[in-house]
């Protein structure tokens, strides 16, 4: 038996699962930069780029970067180009955060397979868009 479905049926899947995507990916950015400020705290995510061999100023960067681009997210604002954005700032994490910690991210110190796949996620996002509910579609 063949099933036909509509082109409305389909666009209208994948428009709500874009939606899903950025804003469980957005929630989780602002989760990830604001826990650098609170529980890490701005010195010390600071004194932990410096430790690994990067520029303090990174670390503001970073946080700028998670925080606001998942705000963006979540707003459906830019997604596509603060989707690229956030999946270097992935990339970055996974290479120099987690790359000598192994593949496994149960590692101690976390492994790059969680990064490197959330970069992918990303990279994915871009390519849907922003898709329902969202301020601009692009």
Known sequence: MTTVTSDFATDRSTDLAAALL?????????FHGLMKVFIFT??????????IGLPGFLAYLTILAEVGGG???????KV?????ILALVLVGAGYFGHGANGFVFSNANGGWEYPAFWAIVMVVQALLGAGAYAVARK
């Open 22 to 30: 950025r804003v469980t990916n957005g929630a989780l950015f602002v």
């Open 42 to 51: 701005i010195p010390g995510t600071v004194g932990y780029f410096e430790s």
């Open 71 to 77: 705000l963006a997210l979540l707003a459906g604002f």
């Open 80 to 84: 596509k180009p603060v989707s690229l």
